[in-house]
């Protein structure tokens, strides 16, 4: 898994509550992407972050926020989870003194909204 | 549009036999397209990828076809065995305003039966 860890693996929760997801990497590679993964739709972006403190919105931003305050922590937060918000979330990284372009990415964390 | 269509979404394969699956986009900003493999309950991983300058890439018993004019790519997976049942993945990626924009199929569930 390149060096990336996710945790939880797995957590339920119930509508309205906050949610966070974390991603550790330990190979101090630059971008980190969020993705989440549903039936029929493959993966989607949600946010990405090019450096510490610097982040930005995907095509499937709305109801998530992230923080990236060290180089090896992405976090992914639902301020407010819903059912909608039910799905595997992948972290993955891209090393930028290589091919950018090779995504990795780490183990999934399952995510039940209730 | 930065859709990639991905076809069919499930394939059942007699041992031994020739799996194929098939992919297309229509964003021409689109210059490298990857193929993810992903076991149950484990992230994505990339299995094989090729830039739109070289019609075919193969490795081992794996192998890209690329129709530039087309805008079509196929992944074929020879003498299919049944420790390759996973869910694959086609994308397609170019670099946008400094990071690496990544989309990807529906995917395809095989399923290769002994």
């Known amino acids: 898994d390149a060096g990336i860890t996710q945790s939880p693996r797995h957590k339920v929760t119930e509508t309205g509550t906050p949610v966070t997801l974390r991603c550790h990497q330990t190979?101090?590679?630059?971008?980190m992407y969020w993705y989440r993964q549903d039936p029929g739709h493959g993966l989607r972006l949600i946010h990405y972050?090019?450096?510490?403190?610097?982040?930005d919105k995907g095509e499937v931003s709305d109801g998530y926020s992230v923080s990236r305050s060290k180089t090896e922590d992405f976090l992914l937060t639902l301020e407010s989870a819903t059912s909608s918000q039910t799905s595997v979330y992948f972290c993955?990284?891209?090393?930028?003194?290589?091919?950018?372009?090779?995504?990795?990415f780490g183990p999934g964390t399952r995510l039940t909204v209730l | 549009q930065q859709q990639v269509k991905q076809s069919p979404q499930s394939l059942i394969v007699q041992k031994g036999g020739i799996s194929i699956i098939n992919c297309a986009y229509e964003?021409?900003?689109?210059?490298?397209f990857p193929w993810y493999q992903q076991f149950p309950g484990k992230g994505p991983a990339l299995l094989i990828a090729?830039?739109?300058?070289?019609s075919e890439k193969k490795e081992g018993r794996f192998t890209i076809s690329f129709n530039k004019s087309a805008k079509q790519f196929s992944l074929h997976i020879m003498d299919s065995q049944p420790g390759d049942s996973a869910t694959y993945f086609c994308?397609?990626?170019?670099?946008?305003?400094?990071?690496?924009?990544?989309?990807f199929g529906a995917g395809t569930r095989l399923a290769v039966h002994p």
């Open positions: 993955a990284i891209s090393d930028s003194a290589g091919n950018q372009q090779v995504q990795f």
């Open positions: 190979e101090n590679h630059r971008y």
């Open positions: 972050s090019y450096g510490v403190k610097d982040t």
């Open positions: 964003n021409t900003a689109f210059d490298y």
């Open positions: 090729i830039r739109p300058d070289v």
């Open positions: 994308a397609a990626s170019f670099l946008s305003g400094g990071y690496n924009k990544l989309i």
